[in-house]
């Protein structure tokens, strides 16, 4: 019979006074049921996505560190106007991390050959020690695998390979992608390369074109340029790209990859017309690195649609026999497309330090963090 376990686990609430409250709480797992396995967590990513639960709205220039160098806390003000949003998690502790990796340490009786396995997981709860959850929920890791290894083998991963999915799913042959140096706009590069599909990578400096250079991407175009516009439609044009997946959503990017594909479109049109080109353009916003308004200048007439993309949602829509085929991917080429790459790695306490939230906080192209539960 298996024992209780207790570990810590991060969470995050904001308060009805407005105030954002990071703690590490105790938490003791009953055994496992039949199907269920627990999993001592030894590796998760801070991913884009998990920064909206743990930072939430709140004034990260306002941050106070508290309690002890074991259990500390951090406390941060959130602005009167976004609170508004924040109704449905007032008072409510809630646990942070969306995948991770780490060694099953107990298993039901339908997951005893997962018993001291590697794996990788996803659920949400993973900044914690211990993490009880559905076995079909869990992937073994390849032989020879780390837990850093398969702890970012899901959110990224499938949302690259969603990517292409949803382009071949409707119609199109080529893509533009924002942020385009991130760990996704790697992989996505690498997929795009060994499946002989078309990629426009947006970057914003130098640097960023270079490490993307260095993967073997062919069209790169550099946002801060004076002839941004100019050679994004040129890029547009040379690989018919009609469909876009901006990771920005703040601001008019969004609204000139629309304009680009209409400029492209309309070099080969045999006339004029007053409702633009009939070639159908499309982008989805699946980020927000802008938080800030989406500003479009409708200049690409009316062929066109702007909307978001999620990654649960468009699993869920896909089925189980895609959503398979793809995580067989991800662990077939997990050490070559789909590896990340991590400026640090830092435990839980260190991830409630004022200095290291500021670091990742700032989601910097090229540094990703990844906490070790365990450490």
């Given at each position: 019979?298996?024992?209780?376990?207790?570990?810590?686990?991060?969470?995050?609430?904001?308060?009805?006074?407005?105030?954002?409250?990071?703690?590490?709480?105790?938490?003791?797992?009953?055994?496992?049921?039949?199907?269920?396995?627990?999993?001592?967590?030894?590796?998760?990513?801070?991913?884009?996505?998990?920064?909206?639960?743990?930072?939430?709205?709140?004034?990260?220039?306002?941050?106070?560190?508290?309690?002890?160098?074991?259990?500390?806390?951090?406390?941060?003000?959130?602005?009167?106007?976004?609170?508004?949003?924040?109704?449905?998690?007032?008072?409510?502790?809630?646990?942070?991390?969306?995948?991770?990796?780490?060694?099953?340490?107990?298993?039901?009786?339908?997951?005893?050959?997962?018993?001291?396995?590697?794996?990788?997981?996803?659920?949400?709860?993973?900044?914690?020690?211990?993490?009880?959850?559905?076995?079909?929920?869990?992937?073994?890791?390849?032989?020879?695998?780390?837990?850093?290894?398969?702890?970012?083998?899901?959110?990224?991963?499938?949302?690259?390979?969603?990517?292409?999915?949803?382009?071949?799913?409707?119609?199109?042959?080529?893509?533009?992608?924002?942020?385009?140096?991130?760990?996704?706009?790697?992989?996505?590069?690498?997929?795009?390369?060994?499946?002989?599909?078309?990629?426009?990578?947006?970057?914003?400096?130098?640097?960023?074109?270079?490490?993307?250079?260095?993967?073997?991407?062919?069209?790169?175009?550099?946002?801060?340029?004076?002839?941004?516009?100019?050679?994004?439609?040129?890029?547009?044009?040379?690989?018919?790209?009609?469909?876009?997946?901006?990771?920005?959503?703040?601001?008019?990017?969004?609204?000139?990859?629309?304009?680009?594909?209409?400029?492209?479109?309309?070099?080969?049109?045999?006339?004029?017309?007053?409702?633009?080109?009939?070639?159908?353009?499309?982008?989805?916003?699946?980020?927000?690195?802008?938080?800030g308004p989406t500003i479009i200048n409708r200049?690409?007439?009316?062929?066109?649609?702007?909307?978001?993309?999620?990654?649960?949602?468009?699993?869920?829509?896909?089925?189980?026999?895609?959503?398979?085929?793809?995580?067989?991917?991800?662990?077939?080429?997990?050490?070559?497309?789909?590896?990340?790459?991590?400026?640090?790695?830092?435990?839980?306490?260190?991830?409630?330090?004022?200095?290291?939230?500021?670091?990742?906080?700032?989601?910097?192209?090229?540094?990703?963090?990844?906490?070790?539960?365990?450490?």
């Amino acid at each position: 019979m298996s024992e209780a376990l207790t570990g810590l686990e991060l969470r995050s609430t904001v308060t009805s006074g407005g105030e954002l409250q990071l703690t590490l709480a105790e938490v003791t797992l009953d055994p496992p049921g039949p199907d269920e396995v627990i999993v001592r967590v030894e590796a998760a990513p801070i991913n884009p996505s998990d920064l909206g639960l743990l930072l939430g709205p709140a004034d990260i220039a306002t941050m106070k560190a508290g309690g002890t160098a074991d259990r500390p806390t951090l406390t941060a003000t959130i602005p009167p106007q976004r609170m508004r949003a924040m109704t449905a998690r007032l008072d409510e502790p809630m646990p942070v991390g969306n995948e991770g990796a780490g060694t099953v340490v107990q298993a039901g009786e339908n997951a005893r050959h997962l018993l001291g396995k590697k794996v990788g997981m996803i659920g949400g709860a993973m900044y914690t020690q211990y993490r009880k959850l559905p076995a079909r929920d869990v992937i073994i890791l390849p032989e020879g695998a780390s837990a850093a290894d398969g702890a970012s083998m899901f959110v990224n991963p499938l949302t690259a390979l969603g990517f292409v999915e949803t382009m071949r799913a409707e119609g199109h042959k080529a893509i533009v992608h924002t942020a385009a140096a991130s760990n996704l706009g790697q992989m996505l590069n690498k997929i795009c390369l060994a499946d002989s599909i078309p990629l426009v990578n947006i970057v914003r400096n130098d640097v960023q074109a270079a490490i993307l250079r260095g993967i073997g991407a062919t069209h790169i175009v550099d946002s801060s340029a004076p002839d941004f516009e100019a050679v994004l439609a040129d890029a547009i044009a040379e690989t018919g790209a009609t469909i876009g997946f901006d990771a920005i959503g703040g601001g008019k990017l969004a609204g000139q990859i629309l304009n680009a594909m209409e400029v492209a479109a309309n070099r080969n049109a045999t006339g004029y017309s007053r409702y633009g080109s009939t070639t159908y353009k499309q982008v989805y916003i699946y980020g927000m690195l802008d938080p800030g308004p989406t500003i479009i200048n409708r200049t690409f007439g009316f062929s066109w649609g702007l909307c978001g993309w999620l990654l649960t949602p468009f699993l869920m829509k896909a089925g189980e026999e895609v959503i398979a085929r793809l995580r067989q991917r991800v662990a077939d080429e997990l050490k070559t497309t789909f590896a990340s790459h991590y400026t640090a790695t830092i435990s839980l306490a260190d991830a409630l330090r004022p200095e290291i939230v500021e670091a990742y906080e700032r989601k910097t192209t090229g540094e990703k963090y990844l906490i070790d539960p365990s450490a």
